[in-house]
Every structure is written in structure tokens, then in C-alpha cells.
């Protein structure tokens, strides 16, 4: 029989914390600069960015899915997902096949910023069907950031290049993650010794089953590895 998981909710609670931090950040800038923070409900810019979830943030997604819904809804939700997730991963093999014959990092990156792919939980109304507990990045998506040294804005905003504004730095954001996801994969004394580093789109998230067999609890690894 296949081991239980241990109490994840500490870990969720920290987590819980962080995202209320990242909410804070974005009100501070908001409330600064009201008329050029413009996002809004059906503005769904950043609903269709790429990027992925640490592990903590991939783990506590699908739970709260996994909880709000069942039956049709969720196998609809999951056939989408799983489309989404099948584009992402040609995307990635194809940044993965550029990096390799050496094409410019940078120029990869800047052609996968101007990618976009439609976020499965992104209902018909061009509302979150999760919005209240959506990912860190979705929440600070509309204010200015920076990670490794390069900012971003938002291309509906009103925010101009070459000013100066208050700046999110998203590789302390990301740093914070990355450490909670450690702790928690520890806790789960993982067979998978790279499992902390793990990171997925939303749409791996929403269609994994994560459970002691594929998270490797307690030394339990999948059969076929």
C-alpha cells in the first residue's frame, strides 16, 4: 500500500502568507499610481504569459482544484488543460533545441515573452475561474517587476520604459518559493532528490495526481523508475 502524505497545511498557510505579501506589494504600487495600474476584471493579459509554479505553489493549486471541482467540470477543465500543457511542452522543446545550437538567450526569452497561450482556468467570460487563489505571479502581473536584472511591465499599462517606479523584485519573490518548497519537500522525504526544484505550467498542476507514489514519500518510488 502506498504511503499518505503528511500534513501539507502548514506549509499551504506559509504559502498562504507569502501570496497575502505579494497582494500588498501590488496595492502599494496600486494605490501610488492609480491611474496606471489598469487591471481590471476581464482584462486577461497576463492569462495568457508562460511561466511556471514552484512546487509549493503546484501542490496547493491542484488541492483547492481538486476540491472545487469534480465529475464533468473537472474532466472538462483537465481535457483543456492537458491541451494547454501539450503546447507548452512543444514550446519548451523548441527554446530547449534553439538554446542548444546556441541562438542568444536573450532573444529566446524576448520570443517567448511575446508568446501567448490561453491559462485553462480561464473561463468564457475572460474571468479566472480560480481568481482568489490564483498564483503570486497572476497577482503582481500589472505593476512593474524585475528578475535577473530585467524589467517588465505589463503592455496595457501605463507605465513608460526608462522611468524610474517602484520595482517588485521577482527574484526575491521566486527565492522565498523556491526555500518554502525545500522545507516542504523535506517534509515529505521525497525518494526524488530534485523534487524542490521542480517547475510546471498551471495546466501540469491542474492534471497531476500528486500523490505519495508520484511524489516519492517516504522512499516510495513509481514502478516504472
Known amino acids: 500500500m502506498s504511503p499518505q502524505l503528511p500534513d501539507l497545511s502548514p506549509f499551504f498557510a506559509r504559502y498562504e502568507t ?5 497582494d500588498a ?25 508562460l511561466f ?25 477543465l483537465q481535457d483543456s488543460a492537458g491541451a494547454v500543457d501539450r503546447q507548452i511542452a512543444k514550446i519548451k522543446r523548441k527554446v530547449f ?15 517567448v515573452a511575446a508568446l501567448s497561450v490561453r491559462c485553462p482556468l480561464l473561463g468564457a467570460d475572460d474571468r479566472c475561474l480560480m481568481y482568489e ?3 503570486i ?10 528578475i535577473g536584472g530585467r524589467a517588465h511591465t505589463c503592455g496595457k499599462t501605463g507605465f513608460k520604459g526608462g522611468e ?25 522525504k521525497s ?4 523534487i524542490a526544484s521542480m517547475y510546471v505550467p498551471v495546466s501540469s498542476a491542474l492534471i497531476t495526481e500528486y500523490d505519495a507514489e508520484y511524489l516519492g514519500v517516504n522512499g516510495y518510488r513509481r514502478k516504472e523508475d
Open 25 to 49: 506589494l501590488f496595492e502599494a504600487v496600486r494605490s501610488r499610481y492609480p491611474d496606471l495600474v489598469v487591471c481590471r476584471e476581464t482584462c486577461s493579459s497576463c492569462c495568457h504569459a
Open 191 to 194: 525518494a526524488y532528490s530534485q
Open 164 to 188: 524610474a517606479y517602484p520595482t517588485v523584485a521577482l527574484d526575491k519573490v521566486q527565492a522565498r518559493l523556491v526555500a518554502l518548497s525545500e522545507e516542504l519537500a523535506a517534509a515529505l
Open 97 to 111: 533545441q534553439e538554446s542548444q545550437a546556441g541562438k542568444d538567450s536573450n532573444e529566446i526569452l524576448r520570443e
Open 18 to 22: 507569502q501570496r497575502a505579501e505579494a
Open 133 to 135: 487563489v490564483r498564483p
Open 52 to 76: 511556471d509554479l514552484t512546487l509549493v505553489e503546484a501542490l496547493y493549486l491542484n488541492r483547492v482544484f481538486r476540491q472545487r471541482f469534480d465529475g464533468m467540470e473537472r474532466f472538462r
Open 137 to 146: 505571479t497572476c497577482r503582481l502581473y500589472g505593476v512593474p517587476t524585475a
